[in-house]
């Protein structure tokens, strides 16, 4: 079965960028109809949708967020990415990489939901 | 962005209980809404998508239903495994977004 694994930095200095990668593994990130997701959790709160790319390169953001985030696709290396600029203490959070499934069960008729998540990693502003 | 105001925030039970948690969105979204269960220290779990369809393998004492602004989520008779974080998500508009979360306890 499908399995994702996040990686990168736990600290990251503030004004900086937040590079994490998501590894997929048990199947290939090109095939099927899937999103490719990031969310993340402060600790102690709720979660946080942070935006999601297809395998065609199509990309969707968080207007919140969307000047700061850029999210990308490997397919060789089966991994997509987050890259987070200007970090502030408001950027700690756990983040989450996510398998989103799209089904079409009617012509014209979506149901979205995110199927397989990773673990998440923990990143922390270092100020 | 679509507001998910969930219902109660936090909610203590027994086991064996009918356990249930309302989620309503700013605005209508159809059916297009999915409950999670996050254990502490785990990554979220989908259990019902479309607002009432279970995940394969979820246990069937989980159900969802609603539709337009107001949804339920019922536990039909809680088990101490099921101690955790639900949150309501919807997907009807991005951004997505998530109710705050109904934390579950056990009497």
């Known amino acids: 079965q499908v399995q994702l694994q996040e990686s990168g930095p736990g600290l990251v200095k503030p004004s900086q960028t937040l590079s994490l990668t998501c590894t997929v593994s048990?199947?290939?990130?090109?095939?099927?109809?899937?999103?490719w997701s990031w969310i993340r959790q402060p600790a102690g709160k709720g979660l946080e949708w942070i935006g999601r790319?297809?395998?065609?390169?199509?990309?969707n953001y968080n207007p919140s967020l969307k000047s700061r985030v850029t999210i990308s696709v490997d397919t060789s290396k089966n991994q997509f990415s987050l890259k987070l600029s200007s970090v502030t203490a408001a950027d700690t959070a756990v983040y989450y990489c996510?398998?989103?499934?799209?089904?079409?069960?009617?012509?014209?008729?979506?149901?979205?939901?995110?199927?397989?998540w990773g673990k998440g990693t923990t990143v922390t502003d270092s100020s | 962005d679509i507001q998910m105001t969930q219902s109660p925030s936090s909610l203590s039970a027994s086991v064996g209980d009918r356990v249930t948690i309302s989620c309503q969105a700013s605005?209508?979204?159809?059916?297009?809404l999915n409950w999670y269960q996050q254990k502490p220290g785990k990554a979220p779990k989908v259990l019902i998508y479309?607002?009432?369809d279970l995940e394969t393998g979820v246990p069937s004492r989980f159900s969802g239903s609603g539709s337009g602004t107001d949804f339920t989520f019922t536990i039909s008779s809680l088990q101490p495994e099921d101690i955790a974080t639900y949150y309501c998500?919807?997907?009807?508009?991005?951004?997505?977004?998530f109710g705050q979360g109904t934390k579950l306890e056990i009497k």
């Open positions: 996510a398998r989103e499934i799209e089904v079409e069960p009617a012509a014209n008729y979506y149901y979205f939901y995110m199927d397989v």
């Open positions: 048990g199947g290939s990130i090109s095939s099927g109809r899937y999103y």
């Open positions: 790319i297809y395998t065609s390169g199509r990309t």
């Open positions: 605005q209508d979204i159809s059916n297009y």
């Open positions: 479309a607002a009432s």
């Open positions: 998500q919807q997907y009807d508009n991005l951004p997505y977004t």
